[in-house]
């Protein structure tokens, strides 16, 4: 994945599923650690290991997908991560994937409902 002013999205991407696009777009709603990341997938019923996310978080930093800065505040310091703008594109580019895999997948149950309706048809 190159980041030069255009971003490409890699579903296959380092973690499986949805998890990449989810983190992206909590992230994008608000700045977070990596646990408050954790608890706000689980709230969506989505799972992660732990260490998948943080290593997850450290390359996208690296490649400039996110930042981070240490939170020293309240209670013991934490690394808070922040999208950047390749991190807001990237997102878009999630997006754009999703809603044609979702484009997809609606011409697949519409072809299959359609099957599925021919053939009660055909047995009543």
């Given at each position: 994945m190159k980041h030069e002013g255009r971003c490409e999205c890699h579903p296959e991407g380092r973690i499986r599923g949805l998890i990449q696009p989810w983190i992206l777009l909590l992230l994008a709603?608000?700045?977070?650690?990596?646990?408050?990341l954790l608890e706000k997938l689980g709230?969506?019923?989505v799972r992660v290991d732990p260490g998948t996310l943080y290593r997850a978080l450290r390359a996208w930093e690296e490649e400039g997908?996110?930042?981070?800065?240490?939170?020293t505040a309240s209670g013991p310091a934490r690394r808070v991560y922040t999208l950047t703008d390749s991190g807001w594109e990237y997102l878009r580019a999630w997006a754009v994937h999703l809603r044609r895999l979702r484009d997809e997948l609606d011409r697949?149950?519409?072809?299959?409902?359609?099957?599925?309706?021919?053939?009660?048809?055909?047995r009543a």
């Open positions: 709603q608000s700045p977070s650690h990596g646990y408050e709230s969506l019923g997908l996110v930042q981070s800065s240490w939170e697949f149950f519409g072809t299959y409902e359609r099957l599925k309706g021919g053939e009660e048809n055909a």
